[in-house]
């Protein structure tokens, strides 16, 4: 009997607008276009302006995106996962709202919290419901409105985020392609170096947590960087030698954008090129859970049924992994 695989038959990825550019940022904090470049690879960022626009927005519209080129139904999808750490509240969860606004009406849908990892986490776990049978038809969303927790007068967070993402359609196959490895992990000693201080059940929104600016993305650069660069290194290869894989059998890393510095750690310790290397971080920043899936539809038209990916991530929390996947179909 053949095993039942999950296979991505379809992504794609929205971003706003408004491109928030390092000259821009020039105007708002001590900070200049040639020292972001050189210390992180970004050019540009895109914000999500206006009210009540949150994070199912870039979900809606990427998964509107998506059922259309790939013809389905919104009625057929079984199930939503968003990943994010910026969900519009603290409940309903977000793929709720985005699964009402795609009119998805016979799914049932959740929210995964890993930050920069939660695309990873939510991948394999949408894998799981297809290679079990219990559903057809899973759609994972990485997204996220980096603005809406990014203090604008901190120079070390606000050059690195922007808003934007994207989600892939999982469905069931029997050959050798789709969703063939994982390797996940979590660290919570990493939460004093990246986190938010206040807004959660420990510390409540109150007039001091607001005035203390304390309800915006904390970061310890140096120690994140670290653990980072070692991590997300270090799992990619694991993932390699456990399925036999060698440099040249790799068709593409899909990395997360968070650093160029990181992501060429990354391929070096592969021991692949930069040609194999999925990179538009000097485009849209750090989206934290977008970055993946908004690689994977920036490349859609480059990727090969069969081509061996090996996507990576390093989050808050601390969170990190590696998921080694054979892509599921040519360019259309």
Request: aromatic fraction near 8%; hydrophobic fraction near 40%; charged fraction near 20%.
């Amino acid at each position: 009997m053949k095993k039942t695989r999950a296979v991505i038959s379809g992504v794609h990825g929205w971003v706003p607008d408004y491109v928030l550019t390092n000259r821009e940022l020039e105007t708002m904090v001590d900070t200049n276009d040639e020292w972001i470049i050189t210390r992180t690879g970004i050019k540009e960022r895109r914000i999500l302006k206006g009210e009540n626009q949150g994070t199912s927005v870039i979900g809606i519209n990427a998964v509107k995106g998506l059922l259309e080129k790939t013809n389905t139904a919104p009625e057929e999808i079984d199930l939503i996962i968003c990943a994010t750490v910026t969900p519009d509240m603290p409940f309903p969860a977000t793929a709720n709202i985005i699964a009402d606004g795609v009119g998805a009406k016979n799914s049932f849908s959740f929210d995964i919290s890993a930050a920069c990892s939660g695309f990873l986490y939510a991948l394999t776990m949408g894998s799981q419901f297809i290679e079990t049978g219990m559903h057809k038809k899973v759609i994972v969303v990485g997204a996220d409105k980096m603005s809406s927790i990014i203090d604008y007068q901190d120079r070390a967070t606000c050059i690195i985020f922007g808003d934007g993402g994207g989600a892939v359609l999982l469905e069931p196959t029997e050959e050798e392609i789709g969703i063939m490895d994982s390797l996940l992990h979590a660290d919570g000693s990493g939460a004093p170096y990246l986190h938010m201080k206040a807004g959660g059940s420990r510390k409540p929104a109150t007039i001091e947590t607001v005035t203390a600016r304390e309800h915006f993305a904390f970061q310890e650069g140096s120690t994140v960087f670290k653990f980072a660069v070692t991590n997300m290194a270090e799992v990619s290869a694991k993932i390699m030698d456990k399925n036999h894989l060698k440099a040249e059998d790799i068709a593409w890393l899909v990395p997360h954008q968070a650093n160029k510095r990181i992501i060429d750690a990354t391929a070096n310790r592969m021991g692949i090129g930069p040609e194999k290397v999925m990179l538009n971080i000097e485009r849209y920043g750090n989206t934290t859970a977008g970055t993946l899936p908004l690689c994977l539809w920036d490349y859609e038209s480059q990727l090969k049924k069969g081509d061996n990916i090996i996507l990576a991530a390093f989050g808050g929390g601390f969170t990190w992994g590696a998921i080694y996947l054979k892509w599921g179909y040519d360019p259309k």
